[in-house]
């Protein structure tokens, strides 16, 4: 059975950081673009971060640029989320997904596999 699960999501002061981290199991993921995605009350799922199968490529929101940063594991069935300089607005159930296929497909929300997700809040 094919599993992303997320981790070390939780409650952090405005400006403080947490890491993220989607475990897939289930099937070999290093040749799936992995990435990240959040979905705040209210709001509609948004992209938030990808990383190709070698890591190579990399693409942000603008809303996150500078702030986030996105890795893979050696064994390339880990993908991290390095979140600094958290923002209330910041706050949203944080999703993993992987796709086996073009980057660009995965950041339009096209995905073969989703995780349950993982909350984050982040207190001004």
């Known amino acids: 059975q094919v599993q992303l699960v997320e981790s070390g999501g939780g409650l952090v002061q405005a400006g403080g950081s947490l890491r993220l981290s989607c475990a897939a199991s289930?099937?070999?993921?290093?040749?799936?673009?992995m990435g990240w995605f959040r979905q705040a009350p209210g709001k509609e799922r948004e992209f938030v971060a990808n990383?190709?199968?070698?890591?190579?490529?990399?693409y942000y929101a603008d809303s996150v640029k500078g702030r986030f940063t996105i890795s893979r594991g050696n064994a390339k069935n880990t993908v991290y989320l390095q979140m600094n300089s958290l923002k209330p607005e910041d706050t949203a159930v944080y999703f993993c997904?992987?796709?086996?296929?073009?980057?660009?497909?995965?950041?339009?929300?096209?995905?073969?596999?989703w995780g349950q997700g993982t909350q984050v809040t982040v207190s001004s």
């Open positions: 997904a992987a796709h086996l296929g073009l980057i660009s497909r995965l950041r339009d929300g096209v995905a073969d596999y």
């Open positions: 289930g099937r070999t993921f290093s040749n799936y673009a």
């Open positions: 990383i190709t199968w070698s890591g190579d490529t990399k």
